[in-house]
């Protein structure tokens, strides 16, 4: 699976911006996914995930009530809608495909085994 993340940019605080993750392959379907984010000198840390039925969702609890993960199977993609923008929300965003195609609340790099190659964040105050 190869995944390709657009959509970041710069964006003030309160502002919104919608991320999107296009996988190649014809089984993006069955995987769950996941975003992560790395801010400068800082480890990368879990954002949200989505189960492959859809029918699952978990937040960090820095983004929840802001952020919202969602998914078109029908098109190999899956979306970070993220409102009310912060400073502290500035990053390198990255998508990843679960290893474990199940709906439970996995947040570990370690339980993903593909990444795109990230989109740049940034929100000025």
């Known amino acids: 699976v190869q995944l390709v993340e657009s959509g970041g940019g710069l964006v003030q605080a309160g502002g919104s911006l919608r991320l999107s993750c296009t996988a190649s392959g014809r089984t993006f379907n069955s995987y769950s996914m996941g975003w992560f984010r790395q801010a400068p000198g800082k480890e990368r840390d879990f954002v949200a995930r989505?189960?492959?039925?859809?029918?699952?969702?978990y937040y960090a609890d820095s983004v929840k009530g802001r952020f919202t993960i969602s998914r078109d199977n029908a098109k190999n993609t899956v979306f970070l809608q993220m409102n009310s923008l912060k400073p502290e929300d500035t990053a390198v965003y990255y998508c990843?495909?679960?290893?474990?195609?199940?709906?439970?609340?996995?947040?570990?790099?370690?339980?993903?085994?593909?990444w795109g190659q990230g989109t740049q964040v940034t929100v000025s105050s």
């Open positions: 990843a495909a679960s290893r474990f195609n199940d709906n439970r609340d996995r947040r570990l790099l370690s339980e993903y085994a593909y």
């Open positions: 989505i189960s492959w039925s859809l029918a699952f969702t």
